[in-house]
């Protein structure tokens, strides 16, 4: 099986601006989380969908956003990016409750 | 509140030396343990899922094992390429399936 695919793998934006980044999940899964990592913050967990339904969401503002298709496909919305936006976004998939497994991510640079 | 703590945050081994890293958590009720390995600027690769204190699981030169309030990575005889962050995350019972993750382990094995 495929693993998780994530799109793109890196990404420059300036502040202000907005970025959209996409997940596409193990064949099967239904679940996919996102999560931010930054060297002094470790994994943060931003929101999980599971059909196609927000089940969970983490601490952060209202400017990060997500959705999932129908097919468990993910996109992951920042809207006015700032520079403490630069991080490294990880999307992790499952079928329902049981282990999640990981994307290579998206580095996201914001100038 | 449900919390994850690993230690030490960075270790250094000589090639060939054993050691062993921890994970603390507190937990309502834990529905499962998971470990994973992280190089630099890549996702957490998956190695285990615990259940229940008293498992152990291995691979290569890694053990995992789990009690009631903590888990240890066993690292036998590391060679360089086991160098890694090494992440701990646990999933309670209570209702949203959510991943706790520790802010992980720094391994470097020299040559």
């Known amino acids: 099986k495929a693993g998780v695919t994530q799109t793109p793998r890196y990404l420059i934006k300036t502040r202000g601006q907005q970025v959209t980044l996409s997940c596409s999940p193990i064949s099967g899964h239904r679940s996919v989380s996102w999560y931010q990592q930054t060297p002094g913050q470790g994994l943060q967990f931003l929101f999980e969908y599971f059909s196609e339904t927000q089940r969970n969401k983490g601490n952060f503002p209202g400017r990060f956003s997500g959705r999932q298709f129908s097919n468990s496909r993910s996109e992951m919305n920042v809207s006015t990016l700032e520079l403490g936006d630069s991080a490294l976004y990880l999307c992790a998939s499952r079928q329902d409750t049981d282990t999640q497994y990981f994307g290579p991510g998206t580095r996201l640079t914001v100038l | 509140e449900d919390q994850v703590t690993q230690s030490p945050e960075a270790l250094r081994l000589q090639e060939g030396e054993s050691s062993s890293l921890n994970c603390s958590y507190t937990v309502s009720g834990l529905r499962g343990l998971f470990w994973y390995r992280q190089d630099p600027g890549k996702g957490p690769e998956f190695l285990f899922t615990?259940?229940?204190a008293g498992e152990e699981k291995e691979k290569e030169r890694l053990k995992a094992t789990l009690t009631k309030k903590e888990s240890f990575l066993h690292i036998t005889a590391p060679k360089p390429e086991d160098s890694a962050t090494y992440l701990c995350a646990v999933q309670a019972t209570s209702g949203t399936y959510k991943y706790i993750f520790g802010t992980g382990t720094r391994l470097k094995v020299l040559a």
């Open positions: 615990l259940y229940s």
